[in-house]
């Protein structure tokens, strides 16, 4: 199965500022998916990229907010803007490859907003 | 849109002892049905998935799970318990279509006692 390189791993920012979180797949995929996971809680889906057109947002996440790149097939950019507090949390990026029917995970940034 | 329930906000089991962790879904058509793991401070795991054949799958670390399309389940089970099996348990769903997102259940924290 496809392997993805998340970075950072974790991060401490300041409130207003704005923090790019980064996923590499060692191999080519349609669709990656971003997903945010609050303390103790399940994982949320963020948004759909597909490369080349505009990523999706699921209901309560804006692209001013997360904006989302996929310049092509193995790698996307998740972006938390003008972040606040509430914003604490671990997000992932994942994808599914061609063939495999689930779902490749990276390893997860833990950003905290202080 | 595909959705998955995990009754169970924790369960507790002695080691040695048989566990079922509970999942239930919903989705258009047929399902892929995953169980991923998660240990403190640890990304998502794969343990084991459903795309199609025989019901019963068996997964990593000897977890094994039982699709039933009648009852729409697909409870995750191990005949034997082990202290290092505690952890947060998620059951997921995606439809089939390629661009189909994958839905996450509450998750289940499962504590197994010496």
């Known amino acids: 199965s496809a392997v993805i390189s998340q970075k950072p791993s974790r991060d401490i920012c300041q409130r207003g500022t704005s923090l790019t979180i980064q996923c590499q797949v060692d191999s080519q995929v349609t669709m990656m998916f971003w997903y945010r996971q609050q303390p103790g809680q399940s994982l949320t889906l963020i948004a759909t990229a597909n490369q080349g057109s505009e990523a999706t947002y699921e209901s309560g996440f804006v692209i001013d907010k997360f904006p989302i790149s996929r310049p092509n097939l193995t790698f996307s950019t998740l972006t938390v803007s003008n972040m606040s507090p509430e914003d604490s949390s671990i997000y992932l990026c994942s994808a599914s490859p061609r063939g495999h029917g689930g779902y490749t995970f990276g390893s997860g940034t833990r950003l905290t907003v202080v | 849109a595909q959705s998955v329930a995990q009754p169970e906000d924790q369960v507790n089991v002695a080691e040695g002892n048989p566990l079922t962790v509970k999942c239930t879904y919903s989705?258009?058509?047929?399902?892929?049905l995953f169980w991923y793991v998660q240990y403190p401070n640890r990304g998502l795991q794969f343990l084991l998935k459903y795309i199609t054949g025989d019901n019963l799958v068996k997964g990593s670390y000897g977890f094994e799970a039982e699709f039933n399309k009648s009852q729409t389940s697909f409870h995750l089970k191990k005949p034997s318990a082990l202290v290092s099996d505690s952890a947060l348990y998620f059951c997921a769903v995606r439809g089939t279509s390629y661009n189909n997102d994958m839905r996450f259940g509450a998750g289940t924290r499962l504590t197994v006692k010496p």
């Open positions: 989705v258009s058509g047929n399902p892929y």
